[in-house]
């Protein structure tokens, strides 16, 4: 059963740094796009980072320059560097696997969620 396990969530204060880890089970993350989502009340699920197979990355606007998307292929373990956060950046962030179906990226698993909390 492929299973995602998130960690590295907690409390920091704006300006501050997290780094979330995604460690994976059932699936293997060097030959699979990675991707991390968040969600905050009142706003839908949105991409934060991707990473190909080849190991190109993409990034939602509000967070370029600011995180980072990586893996460690030997631990398959995909991590989320967060720095400069701000207070928007409040949110449960969801580990993925993604793949590419028709037209569109879709995710048939996901991790329980990483609640990252950012205080002004």
């Known amino acids: 059963q492929v299973q995602l396990v998130e960690s590295g969530g907690g409390l920091v204060q704006a300006g501050g740094s997290l780094r979330l880890s995604c460690a994976a089970s059932?699936?293997?993350?060097?030959?699979?796009?990675m991707g991390w989502y968040r969600q905050t009340p009142g706003k839908q699920r949105e991409l934060v980072a991707r990473?190909?197979?080849?190991?190109?990355?993409n990034y939602a606007d509000s967070v370029k320059g600011r995180f980072t998307i990586s893996r460690n292929n030997a631990k398959n373990t995909v991590y989320l560097q967060m720095n400069s956060l701000k207070p928007e950046d409040k949110a449960v962030y969801y580990c993925?696997?993604?793949?590419?179906?028709?037209?569109?990226?879709?995710?048939?698993?996901w991790g329980q969620g990483a609640r990252v909390t950012v205080s002004s």
């Open positions: 993925t696997a993604l793949k590419w179906v028709g037209a569109t990226w879709e995710s048939d698993y």
């Open positions: 059932g699936i293997t993350v060097s030959i699979n796009a």
């Open positions: 990473i190909s197979s080849s190991g190109f990355t």
